[in-house]
């Protein structure tokens, strides 16, 4: 899974943990890191890039630092105003809620 798509599936993951969980996001991520940020939002960041006048330049659109899951959770509790809490799971339960969301394992048919 490409991170891009992993970033996408951390934020339905997120939302899922509010809005159809006891607010607990179970997650095989432990403390590795990265960039949270969606598909949609780095083709904007292109487009934007794309069309702007600069030239040879490099665009940083993942953020100031990556960040673990846990500092994820704390941002978006503090955005969202809700109290989820993170739980480390297997990559195969992992893989199982994803599955139950409907998020594809390749890119290969988008």
Do not use: C
């Amino acid at each position: 899974m490409r991170d891009s798509q992993y970033a996408e599936a951390m934020v339905s993951n997120y939302i899922n943990a509010y809005t159809n969980t006891v607010i607990v996001l179970a997650n095989n991520m432990g403390q590795g890191k990265m960039a949270f940020i969606s598909r949609d939002d780095y083709a904007v960041a292109a487009a934007y890039a794309a069309m702007s006048d600069w030239q040879d330049r490099v665009v940083d659109v993942n953020g100031h630092e990556p960040l673990t899951i846990g500092e994820y959770i704390e941002i978006a509790n503090k955005v969202t105003g809700h109290n989820v809490k993170y739980i480390e799971i297997s990559d195969e339960e992992q893989y199982k809620f994803f599955d139950s969301i409907g998020v594809p394992r390749t890119t290969e048919e988008m």
